[in-house]
């Protein structure tokens, strides 16, 4: 049965009996299969993560296992990170190939290849600019920092990183999300006047050659759509309605959101931050959903509020149901794999030395 049958069968079967084919198709697979669940899964496919936390955690745990078949249940460039640090022997899978991610989408190869060239036009960018990629990012971009000296950052070690690229040369080319880019600069002390934003669709970015210049950090113009979605007045509102509340705000935020927030981290910060808060401190948290749904699980004893009035979800990291990940499960027993995310090996070589940078100095 090819895959896409297999998936219209599945949608035609209970939900309970999916989970319970997922149960038995784990435990046949045993040690030939590790599970890996993202922070942002919904929980009926987190429960059977056999590893969980954020995207570099996971791939790096991934990389420490001789598992010769990793599912990763997120999204596609957390799959492609998998990859790159694996073992050539460890096929990474993703089981819905359509799990995307909004912020990875706004900056492309091609874009900053553009970008770095009209750059060229006034500097030398392989002399003076350092290209920094969030991890929330394609493999190709990963690919470009490596080849041209550039590194990859995580929401976590943000800082470093800029401290580690203004090191080596004087200006910084931040991409794709502007919003870590910028809350982790202002957080540094760096002024506005040595900020730019890069639009690419504008020539040059929407910039003056004075402007470019000058500029010490080159911000990409792009967004994560959920955590866009948080306003400064939901913290205000949320302030007035509960007493002694805590704001707590991903850097993926507007300078805005977190301007307005009692902390700012990573989402593996968060978590730590609620686990050793005083039994009874509430907290209002501005990121995705379904991780603060499952912190307020976890901890019933703190009140926990989800800062926005509308709902935030993930929607490319709700594609992965109990549905793909059986059907993921049963092309590994069949020897049929579906669904494989393999990145070029030239690609996966740069990619790699850019990761490898950032894990140098974290």
Known sequence: MNAQALLTQLYDTPETDILEQITALKAELGDQVL???????????????????????????????????????????????ADILTADHQTVLLPDLAAGCSMADMADDEQVVRCWNELSQLINPDECVTPVTYINSTAALKSF??????????????????????????????????????????????????????????????????????????????????????????????????????????????????????????TEMIIKHVSEAESGQSFAIATELNLVNRLRIEFPDKPIWFLSPMVCMCSTMFRTDPQHLCAALTSIRDGQISNQIKVPHEQKRWAKLALERMLNIA
């Open 145 to 266: 920092c490596g080849e041209h000296g550039g590194i990859v950052c995580t929401s976590g070690n943000a800082q470093k990183t800029l401290e580690w690229s203004w090191s080596n040369r004087e200006k910084i080319l931040f991409f794709p999300d502007q919003h870590l880019g910028e809350n982790t600069a202002v957080a540094m002390g760096v002024p506005d006047s040595d900020m730019i934003v890069w639009d690419p669709f504008q020539p040059m970015g929407g910039n003056s050659p004075e402007a470019i210049e000058k500029a010490k950090l080159i911000l990409w113009k792009g967004f994560c759509s959920v955590h866009q979605l948080f306003k400064p007045e939901h913290a205000e509102t949320m302030r007035r309605n509960h007493k002694g509340i805590e704001i707590l705000a991903h850097p993926e935020c507007s300078r805005e959101v977190c301007e307005t927030a009692d902390f700012i981290g990573s």
């Open 35 to 81: 599970i890996l669940g993202h922070h942002y899964q919904r929980e009926e496919v987190f429960a059977f993560a056999d590893v969980t936390g954020d995207s570099l955690k996971l791939s790096q745990q991934a990389a420490e296992t001789d598992a010769p078949n990793i599912i990763f249940c997120g999204v596609h460039f957390m799959a492609e990170t």
